[in-house]
Antibody
Framework: QITLKESGPTLVKPTQTLTLTCTFSGFSLSSSGVGVGWIRQPPGKALEWLALIYWNDDKRYSPSLKNRLTITKDTSENQVVLTLANMDPLDTATYYC???????????WGQGTLVTVSS | EIVLTQSPGTLSLSPGERATLSCRASQSVTSGYLNWFQQRPGQAPRLLIYSASKRATGTPARFSGSGSGTDFTLTISRLEPEDFALYFCQQYDTSRTFGQGTKVEIK
């Protein structure tokens, strides 16, 4: 059974760097074709894809946020870490991590974690 | 960037009726790599359809996806009470983008 869970701060100040951790079980991020992505959703708004890391350490980023994002993985700990620099109140959102494998994109999601940006 | 435009923004229907949701891409999704997700209030999205027309594990047969190129459709043949929710399309052909969503509400 695949499960994912996001963790990190619920409140950050403007200009700070957000660090979120996705801890997963039920799959290995060293298996061919597997990846973990991050998606966010501001309150009452649409989903926005942020970043994706593959089993071979290939990394993809949203073009609009590329300069602020970093995604890394720790295969032995079954974790993926996302950092988002220079936080702004517009970055207030629920942040989700999700699993992908082959053609199955984002077939399992974490419960999400709400991050509020405020001074 | 491929922009996905979903229509209508809100669909007001009664249980048992047919729902047709549209997702139009600003350029061709040549691979057909298009997903449909359902999101209920307070929950994470759930994958319903992948590669435009393949049902994900656990997706009821009343959900079907179709389309290619720039025009894609999600059809719910007969709405059940649990189907009233928010639906998003997403392409993973060129980078990744989501549509703005269609809300299916009870009429």
């Amino acid at each position: 059974q695949i499960t994912l869970k996001e963790s990190g701060p619920t409140l950050v100040k403007p200009t700070q760097t957000l660090t979120l951790t996705c801890t997963f079980s039920g799959f290995s991020l060293s298996s061919s074709g597997v990846g973990v992505g991050w998606i966010r959703q501001p309150p009452g708004k649409a989903l926005e894809w942020l970043a994706l890391i593959y089993w071979n350490d290939d990394k993809r980023y949203s073009p609009s946020l590329k300069n602020r994002l970093t995604i890394t993985k720790d295969t032995s700990e079954n974790q993926v870490v996302l950092t988002l620099a220079n936080m702004d109140p517009l970055d207030t959102a629920t942040y989700y991590c999700a699993h992908r494998r082959g053609l199955l994109e984002f077939d399992h999601w974490g419960q999400g974690t709400l991050v509020t940006v405020s001074s | 960037e491929i922009v996905l435009t979903q229509s209508p923004g809100t669909l007001s229907l009664s249980p048992g009726e047919r729902a047709t949701l549209s997702c139009r891409a600003s350029q061709s999704v040549t691979s057909g790599y298009l997903n449909w997700f359902q999101q209920r209030p307070g929950q994470a999205p759930r994958l319903l359809i992948y590669s435009a027309s393949k049902r994900a594990t656990g997706t009821p047969a009343r959900f079907s996806g179709s389309g290619s190129g720039t025009d894609f459709t999600l059809t719910i043949s007969r709405l059940e009470p649990e189907d009233f929710a928010l639906y998003f399309c997403q392409q993973y052909d060129t980078s990744r983008t989501f549509g703005q969503g269609t809300k299916v509400e009870i009429k």
